[in-house]
T-cell receptor
Framework: DAKTTQPNSMESNEEEPVHLPCNHS???????IHWYRQLPSQGPEYVIH???SNVNNRMASLAIAEDRKSSTLILHRATLRDAAVYYC???????????FGKGTRLHILP | EPEVTQTPSHQVTQMGQEVILRCVPI?????FYWYRQILGQKVEFLVS????????KSEIFDDQFSVERPDGSNFTLKIRSTKLEDSAMYFC????????????FGDGTRLSIL
């Protein structure tokens, strides 16, 4: 299975941008990069996904390295509500299930 | 925005009893999933379901587990004879028909086995 590596935890100040890194050096050409997050006492929540190009949506931006061996989830202006565990996941072609790692626990300081 | 709903939010059951966890997926979704998360651990895949059949199951999903879509709206997970180690959060998820669409998760059922 292609694997991802994320820092165990990160801190950021409220109202500042947050860059959450993810390494996936064994990614294959057809793997999509997905990000989910899990707020306290809630189920995982989809954030964003991409294949090669950078992606933006109302929640975040996803910056993908040119060689695709790493990516960064960008929260443009963190709020207290963004405190959660963020999971970087490779969705392999023809593999429908999601394999969650330990993710990065993001703490937002007021 | 449509969402996946799960009931009950918390289920307490005696060891050895049967339990049914219920989920109402998003209405036009056709792919359904169950995951579980033991306290303090990772979210683990249990089973995927499409067209009234199990598509894939993990090693955790043994003969004590079963899934069913009894009608057009509900998707259930049954554990026949619960064990202490079945205590966990159980999450239902669903997705639309295009491959690689995101899965949408419910907020889970906390199952406590006594």
């Amino acid at each position: 299975d292609a694997k991802t590596t994320q820092p165990n935890s990160m801190e950021s100040n409220e109202e500042e941008p947050v860059h959450l890194p993810c390494n996936h050096s064994t990614i294959s050409g057809t793997d999509y990069i997905h990000w989910y997050r899990q707020l306290p006492s809630q189920g995982p929540e989809y954030v964003i996904h991409g294949l090669t190009s950078n992606v933006n949506n109302r929640m975040a931006s996803l910056a993908i390295a040119e060689d695709r061996k790493s990516s960064t989830l960008i929260l443009h202006r963190a709020t207290l509500r963004d405190a959660a565990v963020y999971y970087c996941i490779l969705r392999m072609n023809r593999d429908d299930k999601i394999i969650f790692g330990k993710g990065t626990r993001l703490h937002i300081l007021p | 925005e449509p969402e996946v709903t799960q009931t009950p939010s918390h289920q307490v059951t005696q060891m050895g009893q049967e339990v049914i966890l219920r989920c109402v997926p998003i209405s036009n979704h056709l792919y359904f999933y169950w995951y579980r998360q033991i306290l303090g651990q990772k979210v683990e895949f249990l089973v995927s379901f499409y067209n009234n059949e199990i598509s894939e199951k993990s090693e955790i999903f043994d003969d004590q587990f079963s899934v069913e879509r009894p009608d057009g709206s509900n998707f259930t997970l049954k554990i026949r004879s619960t064990k202490l180690e079945d205590s966990a959060m159980y999450f239902c998820a669903s997705r639309g028909t295009v491959y690689n669409q995101p899965q949408h998760f419910g907020d889970g059922t906390r199952l406590s086995i006594l």
